[in-house]
């Protein structure tokens, strides 16, 4: 009872979750075997792991983007068969339309959901207006830089509030000081309101800067989750900041040293991969 008890306060609950795709020469890749992951409502979760393994299809399979071959998918303690309306996802590259404006598309996707237009336009400018955009309504995305982008990007996926936010890379092709900017941002606008977020990075230090807690993947194929760490930082977080103190550099320093192994065989397997193309 205390185990299903768990279960229906978690947002997303993978148990025993396998993900195998079917290959050319007729075989099988198991890109994650057997991977069990919760968050809570209101959590914070980073996935860090080596390139490949794994990380955004266990973001893809609680979207709903992918079904398991093997064990189950909870979201709020309800099976998932299909998309997960509960979720909002954030890409690493840029969705949005380069034919409309920052405001048009942020009101898309309530414009879509049946909402009037004249009301959807009015919440999108809200929006851009709490991501720092508001004088930004009328641009195009070619007009905006690419921290700007990601802040319309950020809007256009909160304005259909989503209780939970799948979050891929997506500050990665930002410069560092842009990155800080954005996840103080996003720390910001997750403590104003507390929704399940699922954040895959590479980055080890935006993780425990940013979490409630770390994953940590092993180098695929067959990936794992090898760790599973509590962040014990207060908040509220200043990312800047957070990263100077003696506690997150200790934990930096214990969870490394699993990582640092993962990533060296997933250096070494993509080596090995290109040299046999």
């Not at 968050?39 to 979760?45: I, L, W, Y």
């Not at 404006?101 to 809200?126: C, D, F, Q, Y």
């Not at 802040?151 to 256009?156: D, F, S, T, W, Y």
């Not at 103190?245 to 090995?272: C, N």
Request: net charge neutral; aromatic share 6%.
């Amino acid at each position: 009872m205390q185990a299903a008890s768990q279960q229906l306060g978690n947002a997303v609950s993978l148990d025993a979750v396998t993900v195998a795709f079917s290959v050319a020469d007729g075989g099988v890749y198991t890109a994650v075997e057997r991977a069990d992951l919760s968050v809570a409502a209101g959590e914070f979760v980073a996935i860090v792991g080596p390139t490949g393994c794994g990380k955004s299809t266990l973001l893809n399979v609680a979207a709903g983007l992918l079904r398991p071959a093997e064990g189950s998918v909870r979201i709020f303690g309800e099976p998932l068969r299909r998309l997960n309306p509960q979720a909002g996802y954030l890409f690493q590259a840029d969705a949005l339309f380069p034919w409309k404006t920052a405001l048009e598309n942020v009101a898309i996707g309530p414009e879509t959901a049946g909402v009037a237009s004249a009301e959807a336009r009015k919440n999108a400018l809200a929006w851009l207006t709490r991501v720092g955009l508001g004088n930004f309504a009328g641009r195009y995305p070619h007009m905006l830089s690419g921290g700007q982008r990601k802040r319309v990007g950020l809007a256009q996926v909160l304005i259909r509030d989503p209780k939970i936010l799948l979050m891929d890379e997506p500050f990665g092709p930002l410069d560092a000081q842009t990155r800080q900017i954005m996840g103080n941002l996003l720390l910001e606008l997750w403590t104003a309101d507390r929704k399940a977020v699922l954040f895959v990075t590479h980055d080890l230090e935006e993780a425990i800067a940013l979490a409630d807690r770390v994953v940590i993947m092993s180098a695929g194929p067959n990936a794992k989750i090898i760790g599973d760490w509590r962040v014990p930082l207060a908040r509220p977080r200043d990312i800047s900041e957070i990263r100077l103190e003696k506690e997150f550099h200790d934990l930096h320093r214990e969870i490394w040293s699993v990582l640092k192994d993962e990533v060296l065989k997933g250096y070494a397997q993509s080596t090995l991969a290109g040299a046999a193309s």
